[in-house]
């Protein structure tokens, strides 16, 4: 299987392309890019710095991945960016390298980051992950799997977004949003659980009654977090969800996002 370069495109000699990768037309490769198997690279596109891609991607025209980050304590050290299988990247996407040396923004397997899209420095993103047009990732994001954030929202630098969480357009996001759960908002605010998410990922009616009563104890009660946590850990089943889900408030930084 060829490798496929369009003659107008400016690909450094030792940048490694394996076998069925396609450049377009004007797109300028430097020399630390890896590129994997089938991965089609559109025109005008700009892969600078480390970067590592991986097989069956789909990078649309104008994206830019890999070069410096916008951040006034950038050490001007080697760091990278790590992209996994399948992803789409859509027209005009920026994504940075790590601010450290040595660090690395990170994404996953089979997400979809739509039409000027950002993602900022160290930022993590896992599997399977919606990021709609103009969504604004600042440093230090996570975005933990099945992610899907609306267009034109912001997330605030180190805010961490919980598993199968949706974040409505044009939210401003500026504590943790806890998984399974919805939020909207300028700030955000909680608006219950994200059912359609968890049926659509066949989690079982079980699970989403004993989450559904989670929340409520969470949210409801009129208990603090402290315990809120121990009742959910002491009255309800336990489960990997339930779990996580504690996990998850119990380790935030900067504190979860509260009900409307």
Sequence with gaps: MSII???TAIVDSKAQLDEGVEVGPYTIIGPNVKIGKKTRIGPLVLLDGW????????ISKGVIIGTLPQDVGFEKRK???????RNIIREYTTI????KAGSTTRIGNDNFLMAY????HNCLIEDGVVLANQGTLG????????VMIGGL???HQYVKIGAYAIIGGCSK???DVPPYTKADGHPTRLWGLNHIALRRANFPLETRNILKKAYKILFRSGLNTTQALEKIENELESSPQIQHLCEFIRNSKRGICKER
């Design 5 to 7: 370069i369009h003659p």
């Design 51 to 58: 970067v590592d891609i991986g097989k069956e991607c789909s």
């Design 79 to 85: 760091s990278f960016v790590k992209l996994g299988d």
């Design 96 to 99: 940075h390298r790590g601010t």
């Design 117 to 120: 899209s950002h993602v900022a």
């Design 139 to 146: 440093g230090y994001v996570t975005l933990e799997k099945k």
């Design 153 to 155: 929202s912001a997330v």
């Design 173 to 175: 996001v500026v504590k």
